[in-house]
């Protein structure tokens, strides 16, 4: 996980950073718990189950997390969602370089792959997609504030950043946005990523390599056929 360990290196009213020992140890702490939260959800999660997989005690846990469950599940959610964004975020960097924007005939082509690295992504953090399987499973039970810190951790600056790309390739002549750059961004994720992770169960029933493709393909298809520029 992201060695700046967001949601995790500080604490306090004054926002002090950790001493690099207990730092450690929170984020031990929650990398079982994210792999627990992720199985039972928030709601079946126990105080001492959280502890046993972490190898501590109930009491070494308070300790980090003086808010308990609720305390530790935010810091998890907000430290797992850093993580995968930075990851969304470097993808779309990368493969929708504004000063390199593709050939028209190469859109589609490069739009599609674009869809295939951010499903890898999915693939290479089984244990934070499972815990977002379970934040829209139990939505009704997490608290509100946590459901806020996780939007603002992760689905709200990966949506930015693929809007800001795709507002590029319009400015490159390549795509009519219809003055909408953030609903365009959530088409193509509807249309493609987020149809794989809700098609497999966030990951728990992986598609084959042939379903994906057929899914990632026919989403950039779909997506054009609304955003292309005539």
């Not at 990368?94 to 000063?99: Q, R, Y």
């Not at 050939?103 to 951010?118: C, I, N, Y």
């Not at 999915?122 to 244990?127: A, L, Q, S």
């Not at 961004?185 to 379903?211: E, M, R």
Request: proline share 7%.
């Amino acid at each position: 996980m992201d060695g700046q360990a967001p949601g995790l290196a500080r604490e306090g009213t004054d926002d002090a950073p950790l001493p690099p020992r207990k730092l450690a140890k929170r984020i031990a702490l929650a990398r079982a718990a994210c792999a627990v939260f992720g199985h039972e959800g928030y709601a079946r999660a126990s105080v001492d189950a959280l502890a046993a997989a972490a190898g501590v005690s109930t009491r070494t846990l308070y300790n980090h997390f003086p808010g308990g469950k609720s305390e530790l599940f935010r810091a998890v959610v907000t430290w797992s969602s850093g993580e995968v964004r930075d990851a969304h975020v470097a993808t779309v960097k990368a493969l929708l370089d504004p000063a390199r924007p593709p050939r028209p005939q190469d859109l589609e082509r490069e739009l599609a792959a674009l869809a295939r690295a951010l499903i890898d992504v999915m693939v290479e953090h089984p244990d934070h997609f499972a815990l977002v399987r379970h934040i829209h499973a139990e939505a009704d039970h997490v608290p509100p504030e946590v459901l806020a810190a996780w939007k603002a951790a992760g689905p709200g600056p990966v949506a930015e950043a693929l809007a800001d790309a795709l507002a590029a390739l319009e400015r490159a002549g390549l795509l009519d946005l219809h003055g909408d750059p953030e609903l365009a961004a959530a088409h193509f994720t509807a249309l493609t990523s987020t149809s794989v992770a809700q098609l497999s169960h966030y990951g728990v029933l992986p598609l084959s390599p042939a379903q994906t493709d057929r899914v990632v393909q026919g989403g950039a298809t779909a997506f054009l056929r609304a955003y292309r520029a005539h």
